[in-house]
């Protein structure tokens, strides 16, 4: 079908008449403003001000809703920009937190390994070095597992013990293991001294972590919190004067003491021989409860 003719349709006439006149209007118009700029300088320059004075609102508006969608934009863009900055920094937090763990890890080891090796320069004879890579806690017995056994020149009944003190005695040895009797378990009774008065004392594990400290004689308590319980060298087992507790609780004749030597808190240890050799063949022989 054939598109028709301007000359058909009277609403395309009065476009095009409308439109005819609007040009004929702007260059009438603009002849009259060419004139009067040549004319009258001055009222040219005065309507030219007006005429800024009525598109300024609008020139202000475009500016603003332009610089309204720039800030978006750039808003947007900063933000993402902020947000893969931030998991960057979190990545590189975690990253030297976990730097951090294995230096502090590193520092105590080193901490432990000189204290080892001073008290290594200062024990008798010590047998082997081995490290603690176990203990029970839940367990109304209480075991440590050493790496070293008989191969090292362990021996049932030997002393064990850490640079913070007294850890316990072999019960058992492999040929690359051994297991440790801690001072905290019941069946391990420990000839020791208080180390404030040297009064006689024995203290044996509570079977919860904890050690029960009795004086020999009977009467007053002489214990007081913070005293230190060392070992007497009585029965020729282990040395004197080694680290065995802290008293942290008193009762009525007694008082509780904490292992100084926390096996959870030892990398190392160093098994010693008996202060006296005899002692080894009484604890070679079978412990009924150990059975």
Known sequence: MATARPGWSRKAQYGLFFGLIAVIAGVIVGLILLGMSLVAPKTFGEL?????????PISTSLYEVSATAEGLVTGAGDYWDAARQNAELK???????????????????????KAMLQLRGHTRDAIATGRIVGSSFNSPRRYAILSAGSSDGIQVGMPVRSADGLVGRIIDSGAFAS???????????IPAV????????????????TIDVRPLEVGRNPFKRGDIIVTSGTGGLYPPLVPVGRVVKLDDDGAIAVPLADPSATNFA??????????????????????
């Open 91 to 113: 990545r590189q937090n975690q990253a030297m937190l976990r730097r951090m763990i294995e230096a502090k890890a590193i520092v105590l080891e080193n901490r432990q390994l």
């Open 194 to 209: 208080l180390l404030r008065t040297g009064i006689a004392v024995i203290a044996q594990g509570r079977g919860d972590g």
């Open 270 to 291: 160093i098994v010693e021989p008996p202060f006296e050799p005899a002692a080894v063949a009484a604890e070679k022989a079978p412990d009924p409860e150990d059975q």
């Open 179 to 189: 297991r440790v009797l801690l001072v905290s378990d019941r069946a391990n009774i």
């Open 48 to 56: 030219r001000g007006a005429a800024l004075d009525l598109t300024s």
